[in-house]
């Protein structure tokens, strides 16, 4: 706990939030021990590390290194797929659609935007990811602020949960939208599991929540939206079938989530993962 500040505002509410326990995060090619922080009213969790750690860390995942794009690509080209029809479907203007897709490592889901006839842009904070991104033709920028114009839907496909400061770059969205404008993010949501298995632990864990920066909960993710000028509309579980290469048992316990979310008429969102569709406020 050395170097830790004594006092972590909540990023969503910036009310003092209270430690829970440390957690494994690889930095290059060790693993290092990083404290967890949470706010119970937002229910979100939040990983307290320095910017040089969370760059560090992003060098050493698989999915920013160019030699694994052909197979990243060809493991997540369906969920890309699924995920631009629901784009298509809660667009404005169907027929002329600009979309930014905000983290978007290899630039898989705007190259196949871009094939359906949308006119695509991307922001990415790993300037190699830009760069190759940018040679290939595609219009890809290091920050939001960046974009050179209004987009009519933006994109967080597992990536929000990596911004250490969301009200800012929710605000700048907002701001970079078109009236009406519809926000997609896809996010884990695991909170509730790791509160199901601390309850039963004499030692706390967060292993669960894997290496993101912010843990969200369904509250955690309107809470944020709204105090920013969205609405979400629309929540739908999101069992990751479209992956390619889960184990059939991975795949039946996400079914089964799945069906429990329903079974509970989605009161309660039992599945890992939740896609939410958000309306930006006139
Ligand atoms: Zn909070």
Do not use: W
Request: glycine share 4%; net charge positive; hydrophobic share 40%.
């Amino acid at each position: 706990m050395d170097n830790i500040p004594r006092s972590i505002l909540c990023r969503v509410c910036n009310t003092k939030m209270k430690y829970v326990c440390d957690a494994d995060y690889m930095v290059g090619d060790i693993v290092i021990k990083t404290p967890f922080f949470e706010c119970e009213d937002c229910d979100i969790f939040f990983r307290h590390i320095t910017e040089s750690q969370s760059k560090a860390h992003f060098k050493t995942v698989g999915y920013v290194q160019p030699e694994h794009r052909p197979q990243y690509f060809e493991s997540r080209k369906a969920f890309f797929e699924y995920l631009l029809v629901l784009v298509e479907n809660n667009a404005v203007n169907k027929d002329s659609i600009t979309l930014t897709d905000f983290g978007c490592s290899y630039g898989h889901m705007i190259e196949l935007a871009k094939e359906k006839g949308m006119h695509v842009m991307g922001v990415e904070q790993d300037l190699s990811l830009v760069k190759a991104s940018n040679k290939r033709g595609l219009d890809v920028y290091e920050s939001v602020s960046d974009l050179p114009c209004n987009t009519d839907v933006f994109t967080m496909i597992d990536s929000l949960y990596y911004v250490s400061e969301p009200n800012k770059l929710i605000s700048q969205v907002r701001e970079k939208m078109n009236a009406n404008g519809t926000l997609i993010i896809r996010m884990a949501n695991r909170n509730f599991y790791s509160r199901i298995t601390n309850f039963f632990k004499k030692e706390k864990s967060l292993t669960i929540l894997g290496d993101c920066v912010i843990s969200y909960s369904i509250k955690g993710i309107k809470k944020l939206l709204n105090g920013n000028g969205f609405t979400v509309v629309k929540i739908v579980p999101s069992n990751q079938s479209h992956y390619k290469k889960k184990s059939l048992i991975l795949r039946l316990i996400y079914l089964m989530t799945f069906i429990l979310t329903y079974l509970v008429a989605k009161q309660i969102v039992f599945s890992p993962g939740v896609i939410y569709v958000a309306k930006r406020q006139s």
